[in-house]
């Protein structure tokens, strides 16, 4: 599953060109969040979206790679960490895989905490689990943990991507 979040530029664009470049591997898109920037750096807010994405030839590295490649493409300039960026895919789970691999942490370290990937997520698979502390917690759960300022910043969109399902 991918996390897709955008602030710099044609944001909608940006985001639609991971849809478009995923193609049939995009299994099911949430609907755009507009949603207030996370991490404490002062700027613009963001869309965001998740793609739930699967293809038996891609390994969760190959999916990195993929994201990667989606950012440079957006023309992605790495400046200031949670800073403003034209396009950001992380990596949030991979075929349930639990890694602390430096390179690739799955599933998403910080996934469980951000309202910008668990209410768009809920959207898709409505009883989706996530390992936190290395045990299944309903994300539904984890969001109503979450703090209701930051839930109440994750705002449905009036604009949608488009997806061939």
């Known amino acids: 599953?991918?996390?897709?979040?955008?602030?710099?530029g044609d944001?909608?664009?940006?985001l639609q060109s991971v849809v478009d470049a995923l193609g049939a591997r995009a299994l099911g898109v949430s609907p755009l969040y507009t949603t207030a920037p996370?991490?404490?750096?002062?700027?613009?807010?963001?869309?965001?979206?998740?793609?739930?994405?699967?293809d038996p030839d891609r390994s969760c590295h190959d999916w990195?790679?993929?994201?990667?490649?989606c950012e440079q493409e957006s023309e992605r300039v790495r400046t200031?960490?949670?800073?403003p960026r034209s396009l950001d895919v992380d990596v949030i789970t991979c075929d349930d895989v639990v890694s602390d691999d430096p390179v690739l942490t799955l599933p998403h370290p910080r996934a469980h905490l951000r309202a910008f990937v668990l209410v768009p997520w809920l959207d898709i698979e409505p009883d989706a689990q996530l390992?936190?502390?290395g045990r299944r917690v309903r994300v539904d759960e984890l969001l109503a943990d979450i703090d209701e300022s930051?839930?109440?910043g994750v705002r449905l969109s009036s604009m949608g991507l488009q997806w061939a399902r």
Do not use: K, P
């Not at 200031?80 to 800073?83: F, I, P």
């Open 1 to 8: 599953m991918l996390s897709i979040g955008s602030n710099l």
């Open 11 to 14: 944001s909608r664009a940006h």
């Open 38 to 54: 996370w991490g404490g750096v002062e700027q613009q807010d963001f869309l965001n979206a998740v793609v739930v994405a699967a």
């Open 64 to 69: 990195l790679r993929f994201g990667q490649q």
């Open 80 to 83: 200031q960490r949670w800073g």
């Open 131 to 133: 390992t936190v502390d």
């Open 150 to 152: 930051e839930r109440s």
